[in-house]
């Protein structure tokens, strides 16, 4: 998932007043608690008719028909046209290119032992790119991650992800910037490009995966695909939005000049826009690297695999190194790519003289690069990274018996958290969703999609289900669906106080985004490993790592909610003389509350996509299906059909509070 | 300035010679229309086009923003459009390079039709003929100075040498020398709109369509500005369309004022003209605050010579602004003599000059 500047923008509201604006919230209110009145009610009278369940191992016939679909697509492979010749064109050309460049860094060159590159080489010439690219400060952060690779023990995995990763951000600029270019021009392309990139953004990670494998089997087409129509969004959308921000008045004076229109795009649209741009690039590349290790999941080469065995293994010690060099991975990615964007403006900026003394610089340090590739060709001491002192085992040992001390020591802490959310959220939602006869929860979600937001996401909703119901995955939906509830209400609850905290302080804003930053870039499979050590392989352990993933996102949206309200406001009613605890309940957060809607929009959908992930290490229901899709050939279409069931949830629960915030905006 | 007899008689002749110029006009707008809506074009010519513009709102969610606008602009005339906001006047100079497409109507610049031009004829047109200053000066963030004034030059394909010496020139022109290589962002307001007023200078145009250009300006910097474009007007004597919301604005540097009300033309007239003989009660509203001795010519006090009166009095032209003229008149022990070539239009005495002065305290 990525950050929220790329989503459409929330609706904006109108300046009407209602009069009545009050009486329909409070009406909401208590349409709503008669719904989980008459839930409660039927939950009593029919527990446990009609609640759809599933054994593990066994099968519908949708779900046995997608496993045939899979092997006549095997079958085809190498005979249908489409299959043979575009995907597997697309599949051998990107297989070759990947392992072209892994020979070239990461992997042994036949009849070599080590890469044609060895770490010096690499980490000299990522220096040097880093140094023309972003500036001697991000020259340093880049060589010292590049090292820390090598030293941890996960050098050739490490830069195979970023093989992966620049391959698939590669190719989303060879294909985004274009289509924000023509979004931004053309009303028909926005009207026909959004929609679609809605649906590629409310997708969770992990259902992307196994459709691709029909198309492109397993392996680093997959990833390198899967990757880049995850990281596309961002790219497509910041463009069209920075073309589109460019001010009106610079444009009219331009085209009052006899501009045409490609000379306004050249001159005036584009160096505008660049900035924006770049973040978009920016987000693309946390977004790709963040699918790239997921990708792991269908063989993709990185660091994924690693975390993924340790996981699967509980080796704490292992995921949390291997967690490490992506967690490095991404900061150095986020960093220099933010750096180059500033140095870019300030060169602008800087005058003449620069580039002749810059020139001189760079062609020194370029001999310097090459000096080190030569020697990494040479030298054994200098290709192979296994050499260099190993810091990885000691520190997943200790990693491990600290882990294991923890676990010891706060055994009754970490227990008494976990219970207490199980036995107090989890296991009361959950029997109320999945014990329930289907047709009752099902009407209960349409009830409430209609009172929240009316009969357009009610109808979606039904349509929704009604998928759900098809691919016979309703009892493990609902199971998936109350974690994402628990942990959404879990994420809210954080949000507002924090947000709240921050909105109306600078100290604590200042102090806490960055952190929060931090945290929006780090891979979403890095959160399981924290989680998995402190509450071990259970349900609540993929609801923490949904409430680490998604909580940053959600605390920064109401954070700016908040800071959002007029001070003019707070300044009055503080005058008029309102308690704090009045102000905030009474001023900032009624009027806050789009942001809030919006909060637990994108709280639902980052937790969604986590809670699957969390099917890993016990999370069980649609994302352990998803897993085992993965793991047993004749469970992929049982995988498949999680995979659709995912979708179907996300798109109900965006298109719900999609519309509620609409209509918050409104009112 | 000084009451010369070279200096009262320019004045006058120079009125002469618009009224002259603008038979063969460099601008002529006829019958010009722009209505925003659905099916905006239908309204014309129906009954529903002579509705008020709430009326036409609630019949057919239609706004008319610029209704049936006729004007001439001479040669070398400055020519100003005055109206509150939502008159419709950034609309119209708008529709004059069909920044906005009119609805109805027609635009000649220079003798070229400019409403059926096609899309080349109409670049061709705003990269040579007609230049505009906005008024949030529109320059380019991203661009230095010479090159924001150049950007005109360079769209149009102009050697690079020749658009950096053109631009020099205007940056000079516009007293920005030594502020060549800053960026828009590092001048105060004032000077970022002295590099919009280069920028359209630079391409040498026919006309100058100003769009309220000092608006956004502090109050003495806006009147630093205004005296630059009577400057400039001097030395380059450019074309003129300044649209404004300020009546003194307007009374200070147009040769004929257009006041604008909910899109239709009110009055034309020269300032004197609007002040003198507002065309109904809006317009003598409008003016009402005006100093009208700073504003009338003699021409709108003197009164026919009666047999009693002495004609040994000094001599005046009748384009004199009775502020100008009061020292003198006062000071002449006969009535003042108003003189046009060699005929004698009439007489101004004591008491016609204090009448204006003194009923505009009272007012």
């Known amino acids: 998932m990525t950050a929220v500047a790329d989503r459409p923008p929330a609706p904006e509201a109108p300046l009407t007043t209602t009069p009545a604006a009050k009486e329909p919230v409070r009406r909401t209110g208590l349409l709503l608690a008669a719904i989980a009145g008459a839930w409660v009610v039927g939950w009593a009278l029919f527990q446990g008719v009609a609640t759809l369940p599933l054994g593990r191992a066994a099968l519908t016939g949708f ?25 597997g064109g697309i599949r051998d050309g990107l297989d070759a290119f990947v392992s072209a460049a892994r020979g070239l860094l990461s992997q042994p060159a036949f009849p070599r032992p080590v890469p044609e590159i060895g770490w010096l080489g690499v980490l000299a010439i990522f220096a040097w790119l880093t140094y023309a ?25 490490s830069i195979d992800l970023l093989i992966v990763t620049f391959t698939a951000v590669f190719f989303c600029l060879l294909i985004g910037i274009p289509l924000g270019i023509a979004m931004a021009r053309s009303k028909a392309v926005t009207t026909v490009v959004t929609p679609v990139l809605d649906v590629m953004q409310t997708m969770p990670s992990f259902s992307y995966l196994l459709p691709l494998v029909l198309l492109f089997s397993i392996g680093a087409s997959a ?24 001010s009106p008045a610079t444009i009219e004076a331009t085209r009052s000049m006899g501009s045409t229109r490609g000379q306004l795009l050249r001159t005036v649209q584009l160096p505008m826009a660049r900035r924006t741009i770049i973040v978009g690039i920016n987000q693309t590349i946390m977004a790709a690297l963040s699918m790239a290790t997921i990708a792991a999941l269908v063989d993709g080469p990185g660091l994924g695999q690693p975390v993924v065995e340790a996981l699967q293994s509980l080796n704490i010690g292992n995921a949390f190194v291997a967690g490490l060099a992506i967690v490095i991975t991404a900061i150095m990615l986020d960093r220099t790519t933010t750096a180059a964007s500033e140095r870019a403006e300030k060169e602008r900026r800087a005058g003449r003289n620069a580039p002749q003394h810059r020139r001189l610089v760079l062609g020194a340090t370029a001999v310097l690069a090459l000096a080190a590739v030569y020697l990494s060709r040479t030298y054994l001491w200098a290709a192979d990274p296994e050499r260099l002192p190993d810091l990885g085992g000691p520190l997943a040992d200790a990693t491990s018996s600290a882990t294991d001390w923890i676990t010891d020591t706060f055994f009754g802490a970490t ?21 329930s006869p289907w047709w009752l929860v099902a009407a209960v979600l349409l009830a409430t999609a209609y009172v929240l937001g009316g009969w357009r996401p009610a109808l979606i909703s039904a349509v929704c289900l009604g998928v759900i119901l098809g691919v016979g995955l309703w009892q493990d939906s609902m199971v998936t669906l109350t974690m994402t509830l628990v942990a959404t209400a879990l994420v809210m609850i954080l949000a507002v106080l924090f947000g709240v905290w921050m909105g109306r302080s600078r100290r604590a804003d200042t102090a806490l985004r960055p952190l929060l930053d931090a945290g929006q870039t780090i891979p979403p499979f890095v959160y399981l490993v924290p989680a998995l050590a402190l509450f071990g392989p259970t349900r609540f352990t993929a609801i923490v790592a949904a409430i680490l993933y998604a909580g940053p996102a959600a605390i920064k949206l109401v954070a700016d909610g908040i800071r959002g309200v007029s001070p003019t406001t707070v300044e009055a009613a503080t005058a008029a003389g309102s308690s704090t605890l009045q102000v905030i309940t009474k001023v900032q957060l009624p009027m806050a509350r789009a942001a809030l809607v919006l909060a637990a929009n994108q709280g639902l959908l980052y937790v969604l996509s986590m809670v699957v992930i969390g099917g890993l290490v016990g999370g069980g229901a649609l994302g352990y299906t998803v897993v085992s899709g993965f793991a047993q050939a004749q469970l992929y279409g049982k995988g498949l059909a999680a995979g659709i069931a995912i979708v179907a949830l996300g798109i109900m629960l965006d298109r719900i509070t999609q519309h509620a915030a609409a209509r918050q905006g409104r009112r | 300035m000084t009451l010369t007899p070279e200096r009262m008689d320019e004045v006058s002749a120079r009125i002469a010679r618009l009224d002259e110029a603008r038979r063969t006009p460099l601008l002529h707008v006829e019958s010009l229309w722009k209505v925003f809506g659905p099916k905006a074009d239908r309204i014309i010519g129906t009954p529903d086009a002579e509705l008020s ?23 070398g005339e400055v020519f100003v459009v005055m109206g509150l906001s939502g008159s419709g006047k950034s609309t119209l100079v708008r529709c004059l390079t069909r920044l906005i497409e009119p609805t109805a109507g027609t635009v000649v610049v220079a003798g070229q039709d400019i409403t059926s031009a096609s899309d080349a004829q109409l670049r061709d047109l705003r990269r040579k003929h007609v230049a505009m ?3 949030h000066f529109g320059l380019l963030p991203h661009r230095r100075v010479i090159d924001n004034v150049a950007y005109g030059l360079e769209i149009r394909g102009d050697a690079k040498a020749a658009r950096r010496q053109r631009a020099q020139e205007m940056v000079d022109l516009v007293g920005l020398a030594g502020n060549e290589n800053s960026y828009p962002d590092q001048l105060s307001g004032g000077m970022q709109q002295r590099v919009g007023l280069a920028r359209a200078l630079a391409v040498d145009p026919s006309v100058l369509l100003f769009d309220e250009p000092f608006s956004a300006l502090d109050p003495l910097i806006r009147r630093d500005m205004q005296n630059e474009v009577i400057r400039l007007h001097h030395e380059v004597g450019k074309t003129m369309v300044f649209i404004t919301h300020d009546l003194a604005e307007a009374l200070k540097l147009g040769d004929r004022i257009l006041i604008m009300r909910d899109g239709e033309m009110v009055q034309v007239g020269r300032p004197d003209e609007v002040v003198g003989a507002p065309a109904d009660d809006y ?7 005006v100093p009208r001795s700073h504003v009338l010519t003699l021409r709108w006090v003197m009164r026919d010579p009666q047999p009693e009166d002495s004609l040994d009095g000094p001599v005046m032209g009748p384009d004199v602004v009775v502020k100008a003229a009061a020292h003198k008149v006062l000071a002449a022990a006969h009535p003042v003599r108003v003189v046009l070539g060699d005929q004698l239009l009439g007489v101004v005495d004591r008491e016609d000059v204090l009448r204006v002065i003194v009923a505009e305290e009272s007012v």
């Open chain 1, 63 to 87: 779900q046995r028909s997608l496993n045939d679909l899979r092997d006549a697509f095997d079958a085809a492979r190498n005979s249908n046209f489409v299959l043979d010749v575009v995907f």
């Open chain 1, 133 to 157: 690219l972003a500036g001697l400060r991000s020259t340093v952060l880049v060589v010292l991650s590049t090292l820390s690779f090598a030293l941890l023990g996960y050098w050739s995995d």
């Open chain 1, 223 to 246: 990833a390198v695909v899967a990757t880049l129509i995850y990281a596309l969004p961002p790219v497509v959308r910041i463009t069209a939005h920075g073309l589109r921000s460019v």
């Open chain 1, 415 to 435: 227990n008494g958290i976990r219970d207490a959310a199980t036995y107090g959220l989890l296991n009361p939602l959950q029997s109320l969703l999945a014990d």
């Open chain 2, 53 to 75: 513009r709430r009326e036409l709102m609630a019949r057919t969610g239609c706004v008319v923003a610029v209704k049936d606008v006729s004007f001439d602009v001479a040669p």
């Open chain 2, 133 to 135: 200053v906005f008024q």
């Open chain 2, 283 to 289: 317009v003598r509203d409008f003016v009402s605050d």
